[in-house]
């Protein structure tokens, strides 16, 4: 089978590694891709702006000098001083602040946070629907959403490849999908990258490559989805601790490749138990989204591998399911299941991250129980073994005392 790939890799500066409409989207990957922000804006004629910008990745990515004669005080509506993982309150507050802009389109500056918000901002801006009331069953936005452009700053969430987005209403997530939540254009410069912290870099990282690994198996995959998946995968192991400890250009480069094929392979098939679990580790205990994923992805590798025709969720069938757990074998470079969850432990100890849930800080019985009863059950139901709460809260019990 041949999947389809991004072009191969190059540490020239001006060399484009993807410009082109994918599934409505036009989308530039390179080296100093961010000086084309200007003529998207002509092309697309938008002259008033309103910018969602994390403003710490705006000033220490370079990106005030590159973008200052083509984003003009006086053209700019600016948001920012938003909370980590998107709130509900925070969306609010941004459609409010887009309406009274009048903007001609919106640009997303900065990581997942960022880049969610400025959908929904987007999207609900053109719509009487209370963002509050709506979020927690959906919303068909009939009106559309203003022209959206994404600049990723960290490479992890592939948020700018996907078609919705998240946010957390009371503690609880929920995710909003639409085709108009898709940006229109992207630009993906891993300049932007460089700054980017060891641990921010690790736990974004780590996002991109558990999408990956989940992408493979999840029952929503298609050989499209699950083409994208492995090539993010594989990129992102052999890239990721490079990028978090020495920070070099080409393992940069990769990690923002791997991050965006991750997003483009869940746009398709969507994630899967790993990212259920973590969504209670995350708004419960602080641990950066990506971590707290990776923290149990070995462990509920370990179980899928164990899948039956008795419990297998994936109507395609059991055979179906051990084949794509043997891609992950293959990418993770490992002979059997015991081998690669060892290896994907061995990753995440290298990146300083949180192998166990004991080292996140769950070390009783009590919080087991409460993880588990907040497991979000849409991503439940695409894990491709099926699992009922007994075994979710031995998985869980499991998860503490990893790694092997």
Not at 67 to 89: G, T
Not at 282 to 309: K, M, Q, R, W
Request: net charge negative; glycine share 6%.
């Amino acid at each position: 089978m041949s999947y389809p790939r991004l072009n191969s890799l190059t540490t020239s500066s001006r060399d484009t590694w993807l410009s082109a409409p994918l599934n409505q989207q036009a989308v530039t990957i390179a080296e100093g891709a961010l000086a084309e922000l200007g003529k998207i804006l002509r092309e697309a004629k938008a002259r008033n702006i309103f910018l969602v910008v994390d403003e710490i990745a705006w000033e220490q990515s370079g990106a005030s000098e590159v973008l200052r004669s083509e984003l003009k005080p006086e053209n700019i509506a600016r948001f920012s001083n938003f909370q980590p993982n998107p709130k509900i309150e925070d969306v609010e507050r941004g459609v409010i602040a887009c309406r009274e802009a009048n903007p001609d389109a919106v640009i997303a500056f900065g990581g997942g946070t960022a880049i969610d918000l400025a959908k929904m901002i987007a999207a609900f801006s053109q719509h009487e629907a209370a963002p509050r009331e709506v979020a927690p069953r959906g919303f068909s936005f009939p009106n559309g959403s203003l022209p959206l452009i994404a600049i990723p700053t960290t490479a992890g969430t592939g948020s700018e490849a996907t078609h919705f987005a998240v946010v957390y209403v009371e503690g609880q997530k929920y995710s909003i999908a639409s085709s108009c939540l898709l940006p229109g254009w992207v630009i993906i410069d891993p300049k932007l990258t460089y700054s980017v912290p060891p641990r921010m870099t690790a736990a974004t990282g780590l996002d991109a490559f558990c999408q990956a690994i989940e992408s493979i198996w999840s029952v929503g995959a298609t050989e499209e989805s699950v083409g994208y998946a492995v090539e993010a995968a594989r990129l992102a192991k052999n890239s990721l601790a490079e990028a978090t400890h020495r920070s070099s250009a080409p393992s940069r480069g990769a990690m923002c490749q791997a991050a965006h094929l991750a997003g483009k392979a869940i746009n398709i098939s969507k994630t899967t138990l790993p990212h259920a679990i973590s969504y209670a580790l995350t708004s419960d205990y602080g641990i950066p989204h990506g971590a707290a994923v990776a923290a149990t992805l070995s462990c509920v590798l370990a179980f899928n591998f164990e899948v039956s025709a008795e419990d297998c969720s994936d109507p395609r069938g059991v055979e179906h399911v051990r084949r794509r757990l043997a891609m992950i074998l293959e990418v993770l470079e490992a002979d059997d299941a015991e081998e690669a969850c060892q290896n994907v432990e061995r990753l995440i100890q290298n990146l300083n991250c949180f192998p166990s849930l004991a080292a996140a800080g769950v070390v009783s019985d009590e919080q087991i129980r409460a993880i588990a009863s907040r497991v979000n059950l849409e991503r439940l139901a695409n894990n491709p073994r099926r699992i009922a709460q007994d075994q979710l809260i031995a998985l869980l019990r499991h998860s503490q005392t990893s790694p092997r």
